[in-house]
């Protein structure tokens, strides 16, 4: 039995290894000239593989049907069974207080290389360089097609693409336009995982500035979704964790967008105990401060709330704490995403509800399966993307 996997991320990889072990004859076909080339480059270079937090809750996946399906695969297939998994290939791990998990190493590029090892160990065949535009389904066979008239013939397929994240890298979704003309329903593929361009009316003094914040993205007086994060002024408008799990909101809604940032929410408890118990009552509110934000982010609300900062700590204490830190939001108006190339990863692809996420196969073809970003689905920064990719192919190639 033949299998082709259509590309060599993380994804493509891992479906690789488990067909593998069912003695399947496997090809990875990859447009890349090395296995795992985007997966070299994540994380900062150090491979953020997983994250402990994994719940399915925190993915998003446009029209979703078949929710409890997307429960089960995530809830069997959590972070400690993958830590598991990682560690039998021999690959040990570690992971931040906040629950962020990266390789021993602390490579990617490591990661990448021993995996391909792994591959070769295991008689897996990899055509190199090799782009994939077109692919035709018969009742025995798949034929996918190349240039200068490459066909490549299997008894299963999995397409294991990816998005449009990392252009620079090779990434492509070329072959999302011959699905469509198979009859699969495909999401616009927009940037996710991204920078966020604002006005900058109200911000453009705070350029270099950093600092955690409670990010809220709405449309008019309708809360879209709120993200806890770190956050960073920057020239186009603002980068970060905490904003870019927001990004993929963006061309969800037509109208006018805009983000609402709270430093001080986070700490409301906090700071309402430390006013009431303050040893000098006389201290400025703006001094006050100092122990829980930036400089220049004071100095940006002052011109805004001077009568306020310049308020005695006793005298602060007459102000309600939910109106002390409403009194701090920073509302800037939205405009846009930074492109793929500045993605971590792109939203949108193939709909989720025309595979099994149990087994990874098409509920359309059943010698075709899906795996990794190519499908409509989204998590946080910190692993969570990746996580998908590495069990999705997993799936797909355990069920193949």
Same mark, same amino acid.
């Given at each position: 039995m033949k299998l082709g996997i259509l590309g060599g991320g993380p994804a493509g990889m891992f479906a690789a290894i488990e067909a593998s072990k069912k003695g399947m004859q496997v090809s990875i076909i990859d447009n890349n000239l090395m296995l795992g080339r985007k997966l070299s480059v994540t994380g900062g270079g150090r491979g953020n593989l997983t994250n402990l937090g994994i719940r399915p809750e925190v993915y998003y996946s446009q029209d979703l049907k078949q929710k409890e399906n997307l429960e089960k695969t995530l809830t069997e297939y959590d972070a400690n069974f993958l830590l598991k998994y990682f560690y039998q290939l021999g690959i040990p791990t570690y992971h931040t207080d906040d629950g962020w998990?990266?390789?021993?190493?602390?490579?990617?590029?490591?990661?990448?290389?021993?995996?391909?090892?792994?591959?070769?160990? %295991?008689?897996?065949?990899?055509?190199?360089?090799? *782009?994939?535009?077109?692919?035709?389904?018969?009742?025995?066979?798949?034929? @996918? /097609?190349?240039?200068?008239?490459? =066909? *490549?013939?299997? %008894?299963?397929?999995?397409?294991?693409?990816?998005?449009?994240?990392?252009?620079?890298?090779?990434?492509?979704?070329?072959?999302?336009?011959?699905?469509?003309?198979?009859?699969?329903?495909?999401?616009?593929?927009?940037?996710?995982?991204?920078?966020?361009?604002?006005?900058?009316?109200?911000?453009?003094?705070?350029?270099?500035?950093? *600092?955690?914040?409670?990010?809220?993205?709405?449309?008019?007086?309708?809360?879209?979704?709120?993200?806890?994060?770190?956050?960073? *002024?920057? =020239?186009?408008?603002? %980068?970060?964790?905490?904003?870019?799990?927001?990004?993929?909101?963006? /061309?969800?809604?037509?109208?006018? @967008?805009?983000?609402?940032?709270?430093?001080?929410?986070?700490?409301?408890?906090?700071?309402?105990?430390?006013?009431?118990?303050?040893?000098?009552?006389? @201290?400025?509110?703006?001094?006050?401060?100092?122990?829980?934000i930036p400089e220049g982010l004071i100095a940006q609300y002052q011109k805004n709330q001077n009568i306020l900062l310049n308020k005695s700590l006793k005298e602060i204490q007459q102000i309600p704490i939910e109106n002390l830190i409403q009194a701090f939001d920073l509302i800037e108006d939205v405009i846009g995403t930074r492109d793929f190339k500045f993605a971590q990863l792109s939203t949108g692809g193939i709909l989720l509800d025309q595979v099994n996420l149990l087994t990874m196969k098409s509920n359309l073809h059943n010698n075709l399966s899906f795996a990794g970003e190519i499908l409509d689905i989204v998590g946080p920064c910190g692993g969570y993307n990746l996580h998908w990719a590495f069990i999705s192919g997993l799936i797909a190639g355990k069920h193949i």
């Open positions: 998990v990266y390789p021993i190493s602390n490579s990617a590029k490591n990661l990448s290389f021993y995996l391909s090892k792994i591959l070769q160990e %295991n008689k897996i065949t990899h055509f190199p360089d090799t *782009f994939i535009d077109d692919l035709r389904i018969f009742p025995q066979h798949i034929s @996918l /097609y190349g240039l200068n008239n490459q =066909e *490549f013939k299997f %008894n299963r397929v999995i397409i294991a693409t990816g998005g449009n994240a990392y252009p620079q890298v090779g990434a492509s979704t070329k072959i999302l336009q011959a699905l469509e003309k198979l009859g699969y329903q495909i999401k616009p593929i927009y940037p996710a995982l991204a920078p966020l361009k604002t006005t900058k009316k109200r911000t453009f003094n705070l350029k270099g500035l950093r *600092f955690n914040a409670l990010c809220t993205l709405q449309s008019g007086n309708s809360i879209i979704k709120s993200e806890h994060g770190n956050i960073i *002024f920057t =020239e186009w408008g603002l %980068n970060g964790p905490g904003v870019m799990n927001l990004s993929h909101y963006f /061309y969800l809604y037509p109208n006018k @967008l805009t983000i609402t940032i709270n430093p001080l929410i986070i700490f409301k408890n906090e700071i309402q105990d430390s006013i009431q118990n303050h040893h000098n009552q006389n @201290l400025k509110f703006r001094v006050f401060l100092l122990s829980y």
